[in-house]
């Protein structure tokens, strides 16, 4: 079965420091890798999202993922976060894609914090 | 164009009442999802419509939840009768055939009494 470990529930970093969010899958085979946050009161809002070829994948507002086969992990990163960043971020991953991507396995999320 | 339509966006009950959430998704999307995040967790999913077939409801508590998704577009999902444990965020989410982003509406926030 997959699963996603997010093992840090809570993040707090200054305004303008580097961020990086980890995210570890059990899957036996390659997964497909998505970044999601939520922000309070508002759906999931997809950041990226990794189904094959280069490693290190670019997203929405200046994030970025990097998928280490190895490490079995898909951390987030942002070189520099802003006071709107903080918000709910979610891991998830799924087997199969196309009309039968179905089923999303989420982590629990890691709540992010930003300090002026 | 317009996002995933959901509503209520909160739902305030008493145990043992019916509940009922509505979702309208992208238009043109076919496939429709429903999950629920209890508080400090992930979404898990409930059911998944491929236009008006249930392709996916394992997770689905079928002695009172209940799901219809009437001619493929707008979806409703039922609780009867609701429970404590229920108090959580229903999700509605859309996608296209054949791709592979799901899109998500703002959820319903139900508290059950």
């Known amino acids: 079965a997959q699963s996603v470990t997010q093992p840090d529930i809570h993040i707090t970093v200054s305004e303008g420091a580097s961020l990086e969010l980890r995210c570890n899958y059990s899957?036996?085979?390659?997964?497909?890798l998505f970044w999601y946050v939520q922000s309070p009161g508002q759906g999931l809002q997809l950041l990226l999202k990794?189904?094959?070829?280069?490693?290190l994948v670019q997203g929405i507002k200046g994030f970025e993922a990097e998928f280490k086969r190895s490490q079995s992990s898909f951390n987030l990163r942002k070189p520099s976060v802003h006071w709107s960043d903080a918000a709910e971020y979610f891991c998830?991953?799924?087997?199969?894609?196309?009309?039968?991507?179905?089923?999303?396995?989420f982590g629990r999320g890691t709540q992010l914090t930003v300090w002026p | 164009e317009a996002g995933v339509v959901q509503s209520p966006r909160y739902k305030i009950i008493e145990k043992k009442q019916p509940v009922a959430f509505w979702c309208n998704p992208i238009?043109?999307?076919?496939?429709l999802y429903w999950y629920l995040q209890n508080l400090g967790q992930g979404p898990e999913l409930l059911i998944r419509?491929?236009?008006?077939?249930?392709?996916?409801d394992s997770q689905l508590p079928k002695d009172r939840f209940s799901a219809e998704r009437l001619k493929g577009v707008d979806s409703t999902l039922k609780i009867q009768p609701a429970e404590l444990g229920d108090s959580a965020v229903y999700l509605c989410?859309?996608?296209?055939?054949?791709?592979?982003?799901?899109?998500f509406g703002p959820g319903t926030r139900l508290t059950v009494l």
């Open positions: 989410a859309s996608s296209l055939e054949y791709t592979d982003t799901q899109y």
């Open positions: 899957y036996g085979a390659t997964p497909y």
């Open positions: 990794y189904f094959s070829g280069d490693t």
């Open positions: 998830a991953v799924a087997r199969d894609r196309g009309s039968t991507l179905g089923r999303l396995y």
């Open positions: 238009s043109g999307h076919n496939t």
């Open positions: 419509y491929e236009n008006e077939e249930a392709v996916d």
